[in-house]
């Protein structure tokens, strides 16, 4: 895919999120933005490894995940089209990722190394505006998450899946969607078989 069209994708994704850029701060952002595809099961970020590149998600569907002390595969997050892919805590305290970041899907994203995108937001209100958003969401979906451990049962935490993620479950595997919600594989079936029923 050349250039031009990389450039009308970053365009729309941004557009999709309630950004407006002018022309020349799109030609920012798209100097330092490189595309890469990233076939399934291939990572973004593993664990051990520092955080020094940001991804936005052109076409594909992404998890961060880590192993627990007993071995278990424990989803934390998922990332679909329009997402963006780094471990903020990692780069902040310049310490290795505790967590992977995996593709899902044949993917494409546009992908910068985090001083770049720094450089070219110092003093730049437009593009400090749109970093300030993409870590606010972050921010904000970790939160939404961890509270809901707290406040909601595992049919309400399904439910709230759904409504934040739209049309994304079918493209997950039970066992990640499991994880994610804090149940079993088999529990996720009882839920979705329950669900299904009360239509």
Avoid at 73 to 102: H, V
Avoid at 125 to 143: C, N, P, R, T
């Amino acid at each position: 895919m050349n250039e031009n069209v990389y450039d009308s994708l970053l365009i729309n994704l941004l557009k999709s999120k309630g950004i407006s850029l002018d022309e020349e701060n799109i030609a920012l952002l798209s100097s330092i933005l490189k595309p890469k595809i990233l076939k399934k099961d291939m990572f973004f970020l593993r664990e051990g490894e520092k955080s020094t590149e940001i991804g936005l998600i052109i076409k594909g569907v992404f998890r961060s995940y880590y192993i627990n002390r007993i071995g278990n595969d424990i989803t934390k997050y998922f990332y679909a089209e329009g997402g963006i892919l780094f471990s903020y805590a990692a780069y902040l305290s310049q310490k290795e990722s505790m967590y992977c970041i995996q593709a899902l899907e044949d993917s494409e994203i546009l992908v910068a190394k985090i001083s770049d995108f720094e450089k070219i937001v110092e003093g730049n209100y437009q593009l400090l505006l749109f970093y300030k958003k993409m870590i606010d969401s972050i921010i904000v979906e970790k939160e939404e998450h961890a509270i809901s451990f707290k406040l909601l049962n595992s049919m309400n935490r399904y439910k709230q899946f759904l409504a934040a993620y739209p049309g994304l479950e079918r493209r997950l595997k039970q066992c990640h969607l499991a994880s994610y919600l804090g149940i079993t594989a088999v529990s996720l079936s009882r839920i979705r078989n329950k669900s299904n029923l009360n239509k």
